[in-house]
Each structure stands twice: as C-alpha cells, then as structure tokens.
C-alpha cells in the first residue's frame, strides 16, 4: 500500500510554521536563564519584580490566545500572525530599551500579548489535507521541544558577550525573521475555516471547563509551568552560589537537555505502545516532585547533586510536556478537542505568571530552597489530583468530510461509522459539513471507513 505524502504546498506550511514557531519560542524562553542574574542591576529591581518579569509573558499570553484564536476566524490567520509578532518585536524592543525592571516587565507582557499559537494551527489546518494533518501537527510539536532546549543553551551564551539587552535585540530580529517565514515562505489558504480540532468554538467552553477529566490535565500544565519558571527563578542563582559563572552555565543545560530527551523516549514508548499511559504520567510527577524537594535540601554546597536532579527533573518534565497534549486529545470528546486545547493553553499559560510572580516572592522572603521545597509540595499535590484520573483509553481524534448524500439518511449515516472497528465515538457538523470522530488506531480501518461514506 503507498503512502500518502505531503503536497508542495504543504511541506512549505509545515515547514514555515514549524519554523515560526522555533522563532519565537526561542525569543520568549531564552531569557529564562539569565533573566534572574542579570537583571539585578536594573533600576528598582527586586526578587519579587524580577520573577514577574520572568513569568510576566504568560499573564497576556492566557489571557488573549482564545480571543486571538477567534479574531483570526474573522480577519483571517496570516493579518493575526502578522500582528502579533509585531507586538513581539515591540517588547523586545521595549525590554532591550529599559534601564529599570519595570520596563522589562512590561516588554515581557508585551511579547506575551502576540498571542498567536491557535492561530497558526488553526492555519496549519487550513493548508493541509485532513489525512497529513496529525502528521504536520507532530513536526510543529516537536519544532516546540526542540527550541525549549535551545534556548536554554543560546540565552547564556548570547547574555554573557552583549548582556540581557543585546539578548532583547536578538529576540527583536528572531520576529523580524518570523516575519518573512510568515509573507515570504507560508502559503495563503484561499478560505479560512473553523476547525474543531484546532479552534475555539462559542459554546464550546462551558462544556470543557465542566469536564472533570480535563480539568485534572488543565490543573496539571499550569502546575507544571509554574514550577518551571519558579525553578528558573533561582536555578541560575544556585549555579552562582556554587561558583559556575553565568557565562559557563550552557554547558550545565546542553547535556542535561540532551540527554534528558534520550532518556524520556522509552517511558513515551512504554505509555503508548503498552499502553502504561496513566502510572508513566504519575511516576514523571513524582520525578518532579523528588527532584524539586532535593535541589531545596541537598544540592546547596554540591554541584554533582544539582546536575542530576535538574537531569530528573527534566527528563520528568520532558515527558509530561508530551504526555499532557496526547492526554487531551484522547480525553477531549468528539469536535471539542480545539476548545480543550485552548482551554489547556491558557492553563499553561497563566502557570508560568503565577510561577514567575511566586516564585520571585518567595526568593526575596525565604531564599532559593524555600522556592523550590514548594514546587515539590505542589508536584505531590497534583499526583494526587492525578491519581483518581481514570485510565484514559488509546483513542485519537480523525474529521471526514461529509459526503453530499449524508443527510438523506442522517441516523443511518452515523450509524455506519459508529459500525466501524475502532470508532468510539460520533460527533457530525453540518454547517461545517465534517465528521468528527474519537477513534483507536490500532483498530480503526481507513478502507472500512473509505466504503462507509462512499
């Protein structure tokens, strides 16, 4: 049997977004682990303002991914896109120019407010055929992994010759370039439409945020990133403390990342493949919670004992950064896995502001262990919200167009599919003219379905 390949034109969306998306997570992460030790020197700096200018982006990113998700239904991807790199570039342009914390701050806020990411899969969608869309889902996915670990290693690198200004700038031009990727490179779709899987839809969000199931992964992306941006509070000021200049610290993060990648594929395998996905997730939590709990009381005078607890601690968080989305798609019911997912942003979001915010308070009033003895306190709170979470079934989410003959037996035609080997679920959209269904691939046949709606 042949394998279907993407299109010319897909392969540039891909491609192109995959790379805007590097762009610009490359602009907001780099700063993490540098912002905590050069901006002491600004003017009117302290613990608690320098952590809101670590987490400040998320605040306007929660606050505005939806609301942006739905401008780019009306005015069209490509002019939201634009426009909120351009307020990218005015952050970064407002943080390099400031002398003081507060006008990093409101840079950081500002970089977050070009609040574009359901704009470009919602775009991704509009130029890929439904049978590549997973496919060119998981490159942009990856895309984002990958440039978390590199910006890791650049911020040190790019801060210690041209400090925390010269590393705005650089953000600035990172945009500047994403500008192009969008005008010159991407694709324009000749019709936006709404896709379910990867928009908002109105109505949609009451029923998600009263679904228990998805509220448990929706509490535990924003634990998961307020620990994050916590720990990066104080992480570069532990590694001080224990004599590794700032200059020198890419050479902690660049192995530690690399080899926390490697060593999280097997638990990914394991939780698919044997379908183990429920006590992996809660072993990474727990992972989270031990190394948290142990960089707070053991890693203060030992350099060998921070390496390998921030090595367990980002394989932990590795793996849950990929469990918690495949979570979502497989819990979300049928056509609503746009507004779990946005939903599920926000969440992640809002949890890097409030950890950025507490854990830069919490610095100033108790030091660096008392930061992060709380992350591991919250780490083994959410295992145990997690551990009621019943054991989500290996289902994924497939749209077909609606034949044109469909609604001359509507209740037969859903019928049918509901027939089909590993079909679980049924959900049809006539204005939309698609199917949306929560299917087990394992069982699921293409053939079988090819015949049903022929």
Known sequence: MSI??????????????AGLYVLRMLG????????????????????ALIGMAIGGYGLTQALLQIPFGFLSDKIGRKTVIVFGLLLFIAGSVVAAMSESIYGVIIGRCLQGSGAIASSVMALLSDLTREQMRMRA???VGISIGISFSVALVLGPIISQP??????????????????AVIWKWVPTPQRYDQHRDTGVQKGQLKKILKHPELLRLDFGIFILHLIMTATFVVIPLRMLELELLAQHHWMVYLPIMILSFLAMIPFIIVA???????PIFIFAIILVAVSQL??????????????????????????????????????????????????YSSSQFMGAFV?????????GAWGIDAVLIVCGVLALIWAVVVFPMATPKHLTSKAVSLPEHWSDDADGFVKRLLALPGVEEVVVIADEKAAYMKIDKAQFDDQALAAAIA
């Open 272 to 278: 698919e493949k044997k379908r183990k996905m429920k």
């Open 294 to 343: 142990m960089m707070g009381s053991l890693t203060a005078e030992s350099r060998s004992a921070l390496f390998v607890f921030l090595f367990i601690y980002f394989m932990a968080f590795n793996l849950l950064e990929a469990s918690l989305p495949s979570l979502v798609s497989k819990i979300s019911p049928a056509g609503q896995k746009g507004a779990a997912m946005g939903v």
């Open 355 to 363: 950890g950025g915010a507490a854990g830069g308070w919490l610095y």
């Open 28 to 47: 907001l992460f780099m700063v993490l682990p540098v912002l905590s030790i050069y901006s002491s020197d600004l003017e009117g700096a302290t613990p």
């Open 4 to 17: 279907e390949v993407m299109t010319t034109g897909e392969r540039r969306a891909v491609t192109g977004l």
């Open 137 to 139: 889902m998981a490159v």
């Open 162 to 179: 041209f400090g925390l200004e010269g590393l705005f700038w650089f953000t600035a031009v990172l945009a500047s370039m994403g500008l």
